[in-house]
């Protein structure tokens, strides 16, 4: 019997981290993450033989060892978890719930079967079986949480599996233990399925809660958009007025540049035609390209760095309908823009300056911004793209322009090099490049794309 609980208990514990190391965006290189949750696997395990071995018939030494045993797990998820916060800390809770939930079963499996082996190999497949659901289903969603910043105070959420394991322990160890109680098996059963549930309800209020910062950032881009198309309606509509006062000045200029021919007064000509130059300079439409959203951000963008100094060299190309959705294609722009001005404003004049080149054809789609920098830029080991030590909302601009990059099938990725930071997207329309976050194979398709390395 010892030797059957000695191996449910490492059953439990390597579920245990597997879940924990798949849940949780890591700070660490894969292998080193393995080797994290490898010896705390090996500290529960010399743990277990104290408790079940060495002081089997101590509720004292029980209580203690199993308390200290919760306290490594839940470090070792914060450890290995690249934000260290309450969301994590659920996961680790929620990851002892689930396991619990198995240990419960073939617990149940034992005492209606008495079968030692049949009992462990339940163990096993529920374990199996509950994680590859979950991974299935909702691992995306708790990295997407982890790598947004969405939702920071998790602390209320926390007591969800937190009461719930204080149940399963009262349910099934104190004041008795399980096989000692039989009646209580089918309200367990129950209870387990309440736990699914509950946890169905916090799932779905974190897709609800995305969703609505979707939809919140939507709204301020169109809100931009719908703002610069009433600032370019006005624009126009100011241009030409003034054109029309200059279209009916124009004969009163043209008497007034004979007159001056007559008395050979050049330099008053000359004169005459700056003005009229600068009027019609001054009363012409900015055109960055062919597309009205894209050409709004720009305008925008190029507006805010004319104000802080800061010099734009760019290659633009967006054609009046376009391959992508117009408005995530916008944004993208303004979130590069955005960052690369971000970036530069701070420096010396002398290094204010941005090389931006944007092609949009119906065959691809290139973007290629770059800037001078002189803080470290960390980049995230999982995206390779840089991130924000700022955290909070900030860096939700470069996760925007990663997603969506995967949703147009594109290659995205960044570095750094002689004190210029650059960003890569290309997309291949008619064959989609699957993004692996490799630089020098997006470095290729940039080339034989037909582009330089210098905008």
Known sequence: MEFYKNISYMVTQIFLMLFIGLFTVHRFSRWKTVGICAASILLLRVTDIVKLNLFSDSDVVYLIVSVFQIFVVQATGLFIAEKRNSMVLFIGLTASNYVLAGTIVSSVLYIYTNNLLFSLVGNILVQIVILLFLVSKIRNIWHACQSNGDMQNWWLLCLIPALFYCGFAFL?????????????????????????????????????????????????????????????YYLVEQSEKNMKILRHDMRHYSGMIDLLLEQGEYDEIRKVTKYINDVADENRITKYCDNLLANTVLKNMMEQAEASGIKVQQDIFAPRELPVNEYEFASVIANLYENALHCVKELA??????????????????????????????????????????????????????????????????????????????????DNLRRNGNISDLKKCYTESGATNRV
């Open 172 to 232: 099934t160890m104190l004041p008795c233990k399980l096989e000692e109680n039989l009646q209580s098996i089918p309200g367990i059963l129950i209870f387990i399925i309440t736990m699914f549930v509950s946890y169905v309800i916090v799932f779905r209020y974190v897709e609800s809660e995305s969703h609505r910062k979707n939809v919140y950032w939507k709204n301020v881009l169109f809100k931009s958009y719908i703002k610069g198309l009433e600032n370019q």
């Open 349 to 430: 004049p002398e290094k204010r300056c941005i090389e931006a080149k944007v092609h949009c054809s119906k065959d691809h789609l290139l973007i290629h911004m770059q800037n001078a920098y002189e803080q470290d830029i960390q980049f995230d080991e999982y995206t390779g793209l840089p991130k924000s030590k700022a955290g909070g909302e900030h860096g939700l601009g470069m996760q925007s322009v990663l997603a969506f990059s995967d949703k147009i099938g594109g290659n995205i990725g960044a570095y750094c090099e002689a004190g210029i930071f650059h960003i890569l997207l290309f997309a291949k329309f008619q």
